[in-house]
Each structure stands twice: as structure tokens, then as C-alpha cells.
């Protein structure tokens, strides 16, 4: 995965909007969280982050629909943006991140090893990515971190250009 956003930059762009983030991780996780905390000054804009690692977590605590769980598994679309929206909510932050998919050894719920999904949730909408990652598990739980602030990052750029 090409370049890596500087996490000093996506914290700069939250505090310039004075704007919040919160994080819900699953196959990264805490690294994501962790990337923006080592930022002097994160805790005027992280608000905080969930590691939903276990699929009745996602459930639980972020709300994420039981129906699409039982139905998909974790790995989908819809699961990254109801982890992203529900840790929003959760956390009381303008931003919500999610992060879910399979970094290995083997598949899981009929995914292949490298598949992720990353969302944001923004005042204004969702987006959502499907990656297909290669390496093995540290590679793809790094890119899945790099991709979801990259996304984060260009939501921030669009949200900048609207103001």
C-alpha cells in the first residue's frame, strides 16, 4: 500500500475542523487507534477506540446488525460501515473509523486471506473500501491501517473543500 498518510497530518486536519475521531477495530486490532495516539496532542481529537475483535462484540457494542452477522459473518461492506457508524455514535465523535476482514492464516466466513473492509463515518454519509491485500498477516494488518486513514485523510481533504 503507497502512501502512507502522516497520522500528525490527520490530527492537524481534525483539530483545524475541530472535529473528532473514534475508531472501531477488528482484524487491526488497536493499530489503527494506537497510529493516532502517538501524535503529541491526539487527545484534544481522538476520542477514543473499540476493539471488536470477537463477532458478538461487533453486535454488542457497536450494534452492528446480528441478522447481517449471522447471515455474512464479519468480513462485508455493511459490517465496516455499522462498526464505523456504531463506534460514532458510541464514542460521540464527528468521525467513526472501522476496520474489519481476514489477515490469516486461513479464510474466514468464506473470505480469503488478504479481503478487508475499511469505512468512515461522516456527518455526511459513509464511505466504505474493499481491499484485497497481499502478504502475510503483519502486511495486511499494516495496509488495512494505512488504507482506513488514507480514507479518513481524503474525507477530511472533501470536508476541507466544502467549507
Same mark, same amino acid.
Given at each position: 500500500?503507497?502512501?502512507?498518510?502522516?497520522?500528525?497530518?490527520?490530527?492537524?486536519?481534525?483539530?483545524?475542523?475541530?472535529?473528532?475521531?473514534?475508531?472501531?477495530?477488528?482484524?487491526?486490532?488497536?493499530?489503527?487507534?494506537?497510529?493516532?495516539?502517538?501524535?503529541?496532542?491526539?487527545?484534544?481529537?481522538?476520542?477514543?477506540?473499540?476493539?471488536?475483535?470477537?463477532?458478538?462484540?461487533?453486535?454488542?457494542?457497536?450494534?452492528?446488525?446480528?441478522?447481517?452477522? +449471522?447471515?455474512?459473518? $464479519? =468480513?462485508?461492506?455493511?459490517? %465496516?460501515? #455499522?462498526? @464505523?457508524?456504531?463506534? *460514532? !455514535?458510541?464514542?460521540?465523535?464527528?468521525?467513526?473509523?472501522?476496520?474489519?476482514?481476514?489477515?490469516?492464516?486461513?479464510?474466514?466466513?468464506?473470505?480469503?486471506?488478504?479481503?478487508?473492509?475499511?469505512?468512515?463515518?461522516?456527518?455526511?454519509?459513509?464511505?466504505?473500501?474493499?481491499?484485497?491485500?497481499?502478504?502475510?498477516?503483519?502486511?495486511?494488518?499494516? +495496509?488495512?491501517?494505512? $488504507? =482506513?486513514?488514507?480514507?479518513? %485523510?481524503? #474525507?477530511? @481533504?472533501?470536508?476541507? *473543500? !466544502?467549507?
Amino acid at each position: 500500500m503507497s502512501g502512507a498518510i502522516d497520522p500528525a497530518v490527520i490530527v492537524a486536519a481534525l483539530r483545524a475542523e475541530d472535529a473528532t475521531v473514534a475508531v472501531a477495530e477488528s482484524l487491526t486490532g488497536g493499530l489503527v487507534v494506537a497510529r493516532l495516539v502517538q501524535v503529541p496532542g491526539a487527545s484534544a481529537v481522538v476520542r477514543g477506540g473499540v476493539v471488536a475483535y470477537a463477532t458478538d462484540l461487533k453486535h454488542s457494542v457497536l450494534g452492528v446488525d446480528g441478522g447481517l452477522l +449471522a447471515a455474512g459473518g $464479519a =468480513v462485508q461492506a455493511q459490517v %465496516a460501515e #455499522q462498526m @464505523a457508524t456504531g463506534v *460514532r !455514535r458510541v464514542l460521540g465523535s464527528t468521525y467513526g473509523l472501522g476496520t474489519t476482514g481476514v489477515a490469516g492464516p486461513t479464510e474466514q466466513d468464506g473470505q480469503p486471506v488478504g479481503r478487508a473492509f475499511v469505512a468512515v463515518a461522516a456527518p455526511r454519509g459513509v464511505r466504505v473500501q474493499q481491499l484485497d491485500l497481499p502478504g502475510g498477516r503483519e502486511a495486511v494488518r499494516e +495496509a488495512c491501517t494505512v $488504507a =482506513v486513514l488514507q480514507l479518513l %485523510a481524503a #474525507q477530511l @481533504a472533501d470536508a476541507g *473543500r !466544502r467549507d
